[in-house]
């Protein structure tokens, strides 16, 4: 009987958690992400989330069912003579379901996806990349593009601004120190490069060079979203808050466009 109403009870609520986590997790607006990247990271999230909760329910319902049902103040507390120390069937069932789980979690399509993606950051696979090299400073996003001999790039109101092409791997060279005070080149703080549309986010330490890929799987913009931008995640000084710079996803076409266009803008000023 008792054996009955724990996995009732255990059932339900699973049931009720799954339901709630399924609701509020990737329908909110926390989840805009247009990175292949961050899609596979909060598929493996969502994967790990669904087959923790039964575990997680059983062990917290366990210890608050104990310790209702068998309080010591409880009659058969005191009349029970039943002390078990063995039970080999709760054991047998205990470690099949153990080594099931962990299987799982090893054989899921979900960990080959996340192979997948720590083996498309090994250098070998970097020569097609877009690379963009980003200098963090207090408190400005430099954004220079080496293959196009573009130093930093602004948009029409001169702030700077990440255009990026769609569906294009593209290499973040992240770098921090201030480019316009050249008397110590490690005079920088730590900054962090957190763009929440991408679901990505890494410190940005002086000097250090660190790397982030991804691939952008649509168009967007600052504009209609402002999670599509960088924004500085590591409290820099007084205008950390305002460290960020939008971003422009765009189509390949557009990207060349743009590019064009920066480097005349650069030509006319003498950068
Ligand atoms: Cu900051």
Known sequence: M????????????????????????????????????????????NFLTTMLIPV??????????????????SPEAKQSRHQFTKNGLFTGVWITASIAVNLLFWLHPTAADL??????????????????DVTARQWEWIFSYPQYHLTQTVNAAGQDELVIPAH????????????????????????????????????????ETRYEYIVANRTASYQTNPEVRVQCAEVCGPGHPWMEAPIR????????????KQQKMEAASGA
Do not use: C
């Not at 997948?116 to 070998?124: D, E, K």
């Not at 770098?175 to 990505?200: K, L, N, Q």
């Open 249 to 260: 996803i765009v189509t390949a076409s557009q990207f060349h466009a743009w590019v064009a």
């Open 2 to 45: 008792d054996l009955v109403v724990f996995g009732i009870v255990w059932i339900i609520i699973t049931a009720v958690a799954e339901w709630l986590m399924h609701h509020y997790v990737g329908h909110n607006s926390m989840y805009f992400l247009l990175s292949n990247q961050g899609n596979i990271t909060l598929h493996a999230f």
């Open 168 to 207: 294009k791997k593209v290499q973040f060279v992240l770098r921090s120190y201030d480019p316009f005070h050249t008397y110590d080149v490690e005079a920088g703080v730590i900054h962090s490069f957190w763009v929440p549309a991408f679901g990505i986010k890494e410190d940005v330490i002086p000097g």
């Open 56 to 73: 997680f329910l059983f062990v917290i319902w366990f210890l608050v069912f104990s310790a209702i049902r068998f309080h010591a103040n």
């Open 115 to 132: 192979e997948q993606m720590f083996a498309s950051q090994l250098p070998s696979a970097q020569r097609n990349d877009l690379v963009v």
